[in-house]
């Protein structure tokens, strides 16, 4: 992950003013992964997922409507603030559900999904849900998931072969090699869109601190991962790396504020 942090450190020391509405990342290319077929791909996967929960009657949110979705416009301008994928701007779309037992997720093409059952359990505030959201939003601007595919497709072909989106998904459907070759690297992913959705936030005009709890309440509701593919990072590994982003964080609040 590229930070332009040479860059912000110069413009919040001397333009304070002028600064909060600019990049705070260099977003990645991954030319060899095929973002309308990356993008398509996740579109059936979200029809999918929207058709289970229309059948149960949980789609769509019921008891905190106003909160998602300030969180999510406010969340959203500041991504769009990060300027443009290749390929185009990105069509930022929020679903909530009633799923019970589900979180929060980001599907390529600009879909986040937030599920109120999990607001509800873990009592979370508008700042908490909007880290939430900010997380997921990395996910997308920093393209883990296409990151993903070019490196398990690197793994798996000799140089300048190439397979499809689709095959690439399916290997990690049945091959559990493939995702024990990923592990590392979504763990590291999971890392960065924590340190990126905190500052995404705090640009979003959240308090650092009032967000980071968020992970806090998370890592007292859940219990120990089981399974061979450990895809998230410890949750104390977690807490240590994103207390990094906090003097950065606190000062793009600052920003924020002093702008209004």
């Known amino acids: 992950m590229r930070w332009r942090t040479s860059l912000w450190a110069g ?15 260099d977003l990645p290319q ?20 929207e058709v289970r929960a229309r059948a149960a009657g949980e789609l769509g949110c019921v008891r905190y409507c106003t909160m ?11 991504a769009r603030a990060q300027g443009e994928l290749p390929g185009g701007p990105v069509k930022w779309q929020l679903v909530v559900t009633t799923t019970r037992g589900e979180a929060a997720l980001s599907l390529p093409g600009g879909h986040v999904l937030v599920s109120e059952d999990m607001i509800a359990e873990l ?21 883990h998931e296409a990151q993903a595919l070019d490196f398990l497709q690197a793994t798996l072909m000799p140089r300048g072969l190439h397979r499809s989106v689709w095959d690439l998904y399916a290997e990690l459907d049945y091959d ?8 590392s690297l979504m763990q590291q992913s999971e890392l960065d869109a924590d340190y990126a959705g905190l500052l995404l936030g705090a640009q979003a005009g ?12 998370i890592a007292a509701s859940e219990q120990q991962r089981a399974g061979i593919v450990q895809t998230h990072p410890a949750m104390a590994r ?10 950065m964080a606190e000062r793009l609040l ?5 702008r209004h």
Request: glycine share 2%.
């Open 11 to 25: 413009c919040l020391a001397a333009l304070p003013l002028l600064c909060r509405a600019g990049p705070l990342l």
């Open 68 to 78: 998602i979705a300030r969180a999510f416009a406010r969340v959203a301008a500041a």
């Open 238 to 247: 977690r807490l240590a790396q994103i207390s990094k982003a906090m003097p």
């Open 123 to 143: 009592r979370l505030s508008e700042a908490e849900v909007a880290f939430i959201i900010a997380h997921e939003t990395a996910h997308l601007l920093l393209q």
């Open 254 to 258: 600052e920003v924020g504020v002093a």
């Open 176 to 183: 559990a090699g493939a995702l024990l070759r990923l592990q």
């Open 30 to 49: 991954y030319p060899e992964i095929d973002r309308v077929a990356l993008e398509r791909y996740a579109t059936r996967t979200l029809a999918q997922r």
């Open 206 to 217: 959240y308090p650092p601190a009032a967000m980071l709890s968020a992970l806090s309440k």
